[in-house]
């Protein structure tokens, strides 16, 4: 009996430890359209086991200043310890990306930053899991491939 009780014990504690952060791996493929701006940014789940990735926030910034915010184009599962492709839509404020898209006519590298969260999780749990990725990019090489 008291066998049964431990496992149960050690069962619904692990099951209902928050997700470790998912790893970002890069950005697979961006398209343009008028204000809005289509990415696949791939990512890894470290986590031992499935989760599903209701909703997606982040702020991106360019250089520092934020020129919009990013959303989940859709609600998916991810297999544990795999690498995937999370699609995002950017909805670019023009009157806060014109500054950084005048300095990209002369250099097109920029230091790009992702912050906000991923709402993920499992068995009907869900949890914000942090995202704050920084890094530098050729954007003419990005959006042209």
């Known amino acids: 009996m008291r066998v049964a009780i431990f496992?149960?014990?050690?069962l619904l504690t692990t099951s209902c430890r928050q997700p470790k952060e998912l790893v970002?791996?890069?950005?697979?493929?961006?398209?343009?359209?008028?204000?809005?701006?289509?990415?696949?940014?791939?990512?890894?789940?470290?986590?031992?086991?499935?989760?599903?990735?209701?909703?997606a926030e982040l702020n991106v910034l360019l250089n520092g200043a934020t020129i919009g915010k990013m959303d989940a184009i859709e609600n998916m599962e991810i297999a544990r310890q795999d690498t995937f492709v999370l699609p995002l839509v950017l909805n670019i404020d023009?009157?806060?990306?014109?500054?950084?898209?005048?300095?990209?006519?002369?250099?097109?590298?920029?230091?790009?930053q992702l912050v906000g969260s991923?709402?993920?999780?499992?068995?009907?749990?869900?949890?914000?899991?942090?995202?704050?990725?920084?890094?530098r990019y050729d954007l003419k090489n990005?959006?042209?491939?």
Do not use: C, W
């Open 24 to 55: 970002y791996q890069g950005i697979d493929q961006v398209s343009v359209n008028q204000s809005k701006v289509s990415v696949r940014v791939r990512m890894y789940n470290p986590n031992h086991y499935t989760l599903k990735v209701k909703n």
């Open 94 to 112: 023009l009157a806060k990306a014109l500054p950084n898209a005048l300095q990209l006519l002369f250099n097109s590298e920029a230091n790009l």
């Open 142 to 145: 990005l959006i042209n491939q």
């Open 7 to 10: 496992f149960l014990l050690v």
């Open 118 to 135: 991923v709402k993920a999780g499992r068995h009907g749990v869900f949890v914000n899991v942090p995202v704050n990725y920084e890094g």
